[in-house]
């Protein structure tokens, strides 16, 4: 009975890891350009699908698109954004381990919205489909008719344009397909996505379904008298910017707690010098105006981790803990994670090990612990992927540690590399519960990167608390360029750690100071009494990252109520007289810990007021303020001052550099797109 049982444990087993694995296809690569007929520049958010399918990929800053492993096979390409004509490309061939180029030219919609009108007669419906959730019929999904484009924008499901025909569309529902002049449409929560040449309006009543941000309460100004201390953790994660850019590329303005202004912040790269041989990192403050309020100050303070080249890094043991459960079917969740993991795959170094764990109804190994350089190994074992079931994530997640710590090396790299969109369903699915097994795991000496796909139910939050508690940082891949950015460009930042449990702390001189304002890091912040106590977790810096902080200051003599806060009756608050006669500004103190130790080092740095003007400042400081300033404007920040869109394109355009990579140019096309889509909004 003991033998039949076992064999029973052992063909589950078998099925439940062969479920994860399918032939292998032959597959190659479709990329392009998208440009402006008209102006000959790269659209940026183009939506480039198979027709079909849901394959596809958006386009980059400079309109560039990859679509990588397509099977291999004949296709219809669409390209499509908000505000040009749709274009269909017809007999695209693709071959097997090879690149089929196809550049598309959109031309831009000339009419104004209020000037189009919308035809009352109605396409035909030929078929109609709807979900076993959706108790909805065809007539409820009824045209609108309408007068113009002004009223249509202002129906609860939007609108689209087909044939050169706008259609008012009506009613909201679960997830329903069906046919319009043949043109299969799916409507998911008042959503439209076309497979044909169809135009996608979207409604401005928007359900993101289930994805879930934490809730931001923003840093308020403080009186530097009576709260002379201000201290934070470092956050080198970036998710928050590229989710956004998500949002924007897709036409929405993100929800403001989308909006981690830190986050924006950091995405960048900074020109700061580089630290002294003996120190992780080097500091650099820098006081001018205020942008945003020309009787305020900013505090600038920069950090730049010291670079270490990959080869230089010791010996990685990584797991990869890979989401494959049904919700990560799209082509911008698993099939992304796929391209994006390949290209990490190849930059692993003969001594590096790796080990795949998956997660879906339950958890398994499909990959035990294999030496960097049997790359076609590691590579066909994630091309056998597909998607399917529950998220068991709790169980992948515990799996993953035991792989890592079975495989542990010793003053080596040891890291879990987690790839999902959060949404974790099955067993321990509580985030405080998650946050909990993951403090515990890291004091095995094993740090955590959490990677995000999708979109629709991403778990924003869940995500950022687990890489933190984690000691580790937070990605959101949005496309395969940033996929290669995370994973290639900066890999050495992002699976390496220098300098863990990094706090900061600035004594403000009032004398100086009257109040001060630590511009986003709100789930960041620390008691004053953490700064001395190394049990406290903080953040973590990557090799070669820099990290930028940014305070809105009030000087002394300027006239602002901060509280209703009654006086103190037993004690008084004094400054100093040798704080007059100071220059100091304040002071910066650092804390950090090397990764394997339990004892922090201690650096200090005073900050002057050199009364530098806008004008003369950095690129670093210039740029910086614009990225923070817009943030506040998509938080609508009651902090914004007299920001606007405007402003931030013209200080950030004056502030570009040498911008290699172009991610600079691309905020700027960002900002105007903002720009134009809060236009939209306030006028709808």
Known sequence: MK????????????????????????????????????????????????VGTTIGA????????????????????????????????????????????????????????????????????????????????????????????????????????????????????????????????????????????????????IDFKTEEYDRIYENEFLDALSNPLSTFSIDVDAASYTNTRRYLNDGYLPPADAVRIEEFINYFTYDYPRPEKDLPFSITTEVSQCPWAEK????????????????????????????????????????LLKSAFKLLVDQLRDNDRVAIVVYAGASGLVLPSTPGNQKRTIIDAIDNLYSGGCTAGAAGIKLAYEIA????????????????????????????????????????????????????????????QLADKGNGNYAYIDNIMEGKKVLVSELSATIYTIAKDVKIQLEFNPARVLAYRLVGYENRMLKKEDFNDDKKDAGEIGAGHSVTAIYEII??????????????????????????????????????????????????????????????????????????????????SKHKGDSSYDRVIKLASGARGEDSEGYRAEFIKLVKLARDLSKTVAEG
């Open 58 to 205: 958006a386009s980059t800053f400079d309109g560039t698109y990859v679509i990588l492993n397509v099977p291999v096979g004949t296709y219809s390409l669409q390209a499509k954004t908000i505000g040009y004509n749709s274009v269909r490309i017809d007999s695209v061939r693709v071959v097997a381990d090879s690149i089929t180029t196809i550049n598309f030219e959109l031309s831009s919609l000339a009419e104004k919205v209020e000037d189009i009108i919308v035809e009352a007669e109605a396409p035909v419906i030929d078929k109609f489909q709807t979900s076993t959730e959706c108790k909805k019929d065809a007539d409820n999904i009824s045209h609108m008719p309408v007068t113009n484009v002004a009223d249509a924008l202002r129906t609860e499901s939007g609108f689209v344009q087909q044939d050169g025909r706008f259609h008012a569309r009506g009613g909201r529902s679960g997830e329903i397909s069906y046919m319009v002049d043949g043109i299969e449409i799916k409507n998911c929560l008042g959503g439209y996505n076309f497979n044909q040449n169809a135009i996608h309006y979207p409604p401005y009543d």
């Open 555 to 636: 000087p002394a003599g300027e006239e602002m109520k901060l509280s209703d806060v009654d006086p103190l009756k037993y004690q008084r608050s004094q400054i100093v007289p040798d704080a007059y006669e100071s220059a100091e500004l304040l002071t910066v103190k650092f804390r950090y810990k090397k990764p394997d130790g339990d004892k922090s080092k201690l650096i200090t740095v005073p900050a002057l007021d050199q009364n530098l003007k806008l004008s003369k400042t950095s690129d670093n400081f210039r740029f910086s303020a614009a990225v923070a300033e817009f943030g506040m404007l998509l938080r609508d």
């Open 296 to 335: 305020h100050k900013l505090l600038h303070i920069g950090l730049q981790g010291k670079t270490v080249s990959l080869e230089d890094i010791p010996p990685g043991n990584l797991v990869f803990l890979l989401d494959v459960s049904g919700s990560m079917r799209p082509a911008n969740k698993l099939p």
């Open 405 to 464: 710590k079975k495989n542990f090396i010793k003053d080596g790299n040891n890291r879990v590399i987690l790839a999902t969109d959060g949404d974790f369903n099955v067993g321990v699915s509580s985030t405080s519960e998650l946050v909990r097994m993951i403090e515990e795991k890291r004091e095995d000496g094993i740090f955590l990167t959490v990677l995000g796909f999708g979109q629709g139910n991403l778990k924003d939050s869940r995500m950022e």
């Open 3 to 50: 033998t039949i049982k076992f064999i029973g444990v052992a063909v589950i087993i078998a099925t439940m890891i062969f479920a994860y694995a399918a032939p292998k296809e032959e597959t190659g690569t479709i990329t392009g350009k998208v440009i402006d007929k008209t102006t000959g520049e790269g659209l940026p958010g183009v939506s480039v699908i198979i």
